[in-house]
Nanobody, 122 residues
Framework: QVQLVESGGGLVQAGGSLTLSCAAS????????MAWFRQTPGKEREFVAA????????NYAEFVKGRFTISRDNTKHLMFLQMNSLKPEDRAVYFC???????????????WGQGTQVTVSS
């Protein structure tokens, strides 16, 4: 069973950039598709981006295409979300997630981190 810990959240001005990291321990990292989700108070958690177990395939929510980039380093058991051109509406708690699959799904993840807060000031 994999444990996930996010880091890198914080406060940034609109138009700025931030990179989130997700550190995995336990399990076999190379077996997992990884993803980022986000949630704001009163709303359901929403899919942001996902990456395949080997890093060859990615999947993005429409609202982040061209602004966010997901990546992973299987040698270090890390996943990243590079966020550029941030908007106030990107403010949320961002969660990383893992699922044993060869696909790059937008839902149905089995393991979750505790989340990291991203705040974007206008």
């Amino acid at each position: 069973q994999v444990q996930l810990v996010e880091s890198g959240g914080g406060l940034v001005q609109a138009g700025g950039s931030l990179t989130l990291s997700c550190a995995a321990s336990g399990g076999t990292f190379n077996n997992y598709a990884m993803a980022w989700f986000r949630q704001t108070p009163g709303k359901e958690r929403e899919f942001v981006a996902a990456i395949s177990f080997n890093g060859y395939e990615t999947n993005y929510a429409e609202f982040v295409k061209g602004r966010f980039t997901i990546s992973r380093d299987n040698t270090k058991h890390l996943m990243f979300l590079q966020m550029n051109s941030l908007k106030p509406e990107d403010r949320a708690v961002y969660f990383c997630a893992a699922k044993t699959t060869v696909l790059v799904p937008t839902r149905g993840y089995d393991y979750w981190g505790q989340g990291t807060q991203v705040t974007v000031s206008s």
